[in-house]
């Protein structure tokens, strides 16, 4: 269950307290919460990325989170479909800090086996090079993943 996606915190005035409430009721309901965080673009244009990522991250992860019911996505707002991507040095530097929030919040042995996906614009022709971003568990697709033939290229990624 994908909860914080940056259209339901920007259009349905979704903050931390209520991604962290509803990726809890998530867990109470035996499924796993897919929370979602990332800074809009003037956030990144000012240089408070990772302060910004570290404090929603914090705020909107439920105690009890493991790495069994819980994968955290970073989403760059200013990324979504909109064909511009972080560096991979950037998406790693991030990453590392999403794993030491982690490591704060829940412990280093839940901070290792959580899944910290990237997503924001991967496609094919990225995803090769985004995967390989340190701390990267893996991509959460969006609109690539509407054709098959998008899809199946960002998949083949894997086999590589």
Known sequence: M?????????????????????????HRAGLTAIVCIGETLDEHDA???LDVVAK??????PDGATPSNTVIAYEPVWAIGTGRTPTVDD???????LREVLSRRLGADNAR???ILYGG???AGNAKALLAAPD???ALVGSASLQAKDFLGIVAVYGT
């Open 113 to 115: 086996g959580m899944r």
């Open 121 to 123: 614009s991967v496609n």
């Open 2 to 26: 994908i909860v914080g996606h940056s259209e339901r915190r920007s259009d349905h005035g979704e903050d931390d307290a209520a991604v962290r409430a509803k990726a809890a009721a998530a």
């Open 56 to 61: 929603q991250l914090d705020a909107s992860v």
């Open 47 to 49: 240089g408070r990325t």
């Open 136 to 138: 990267v568990d893996g």
């Open 91 to 97: 998406i790693g530097s991030v990453h590392g800090c």
